[in-house]
């Protein structure tokens, strides 16, 4: 990652810390920001995760500290604990900021770190899954009230299908990585699922504006080592304005299958019953008080415009020569969009079986 311990303590000296910090270290799988367990005190230790942002993905990390700390103020005075939730708590620097700027025009930022739990690469059995949904779904619902127009857009058109759509056909009319030959049968797949989109674009306006997180993958949940119970709701960077369809449906596309988005084996991108059943049911209980009927009539259809989204991301990256998602050899991005259209496709073989499942909650 860089720097040397020293360098990285002096950094963290100005966050109003527990005693003086000692060690800090690698932490993590992420891919996005640099991050580090921090320690310090003498007899009685404290632990803080130290975080570097990635500015080149945030262009605006201000904006991005900012939602946070409006996020968690929010979330402090409306209780959690009683359900066995604990939030994120985002330590000050000693001027009283949000993050640390260094000599560099790097951000740095820091929180408690909660101890006695641990982090899942993806759900394995539905009570998981149930878990995942049921910790998102709350994180929404605690938010009901807090008017999303407040928020910062920390990334534009994240969740704006119509913008993803143009993104693509400018790659395939510009064609940067000549590689447009070799893609005509996904182009024309994802032609034919051109409804998909249409009918997401046509309900939008009828959807209500909620904070959403827009990164709902279970790597993001903290849980309970002992338990098992989703207890935090982590990587709050993307929270803005957005609806519960994508956000439900971002679940839907990684908690569902067993491969990861890199897998080429089809069964391990095959939608699977029991993991859909326990992440809806979580996810539906938890919102059961907020969520109106055109939300909850078209939550599959969210679950369809995310994955159809991803691909078309992951094949516009193809296009471009693989100038956004870091790949590990040359046609990985193409795999990736095989891989998404093959979970699209198991989702919609199976749309009224899941159909089902969700009109029983």
Known sequence: ????????????????????????????????????LLESGDKDRSRYILQRLNIHVFKKPESVQDNISRILK???????????????????????????????GNYWRCFHFIEDTITLEKAENPEQAFEGGRSFGYFAARLKDYDPRRLHVTIPDFMNVEWRQKQLAYAELTNPGQRLKKVQPELKRIRNLSEIPEQFIR??????????????????????EKTGKGISVIDLDTVMTGTLLTDFGDMVRTFTILGKEDA???ELYDCREDLFGGLALGFTEAVSAIITDIEKANL??????????????????????DMYY????????????????????????????????????
């Open 264 to 266: 080429t084996d089809p």
């Open 203 to 224: 309900i939008r306006q009828a959807l209500p504006d909620r904070v959403t997180h827009n990164d709902t993958k279970i790597t993001n949940i903290l849980f309970d």
């Open 326 to 361: 870091k790949t590990a050899y040359p046609e990985q991005n193409l795999s990736r969009t095989l891989n998404q259209l093959g979970v699209l496709g198991s989702l919609l073989e199976k749309e009224k079986l899941f159909r089902g499942i969700l009109d029983r909650f």
């Open 74 to 104: 929010y979330l402090k005075k409306s209780g959690g604990e009683d359900h066995g939730f604990r939030d994120l708590e985002m330590i000050e620097t000693g001027e009283g900021k949000t993050a640390h700027i260094d000599r560099e």
């Open 300 to 321: 599959l259809l969210g679950a369809q415009v995310v994955i159809y989204m991803q691909a078309i991301r992951f094949l516009t990256d193809y296009l471009n020569g």
């Open 1 to 36: 990652m860089g720097l040397k311990m020293t360098e990285l303590l002096q950094i963290a000296a100005h966050f109003n810390l527990k005693g003086e910090p000692y060690s800090c270290e690698g932490f993590g799988t992420g891919h996005i920001h640099e991050t580090y």
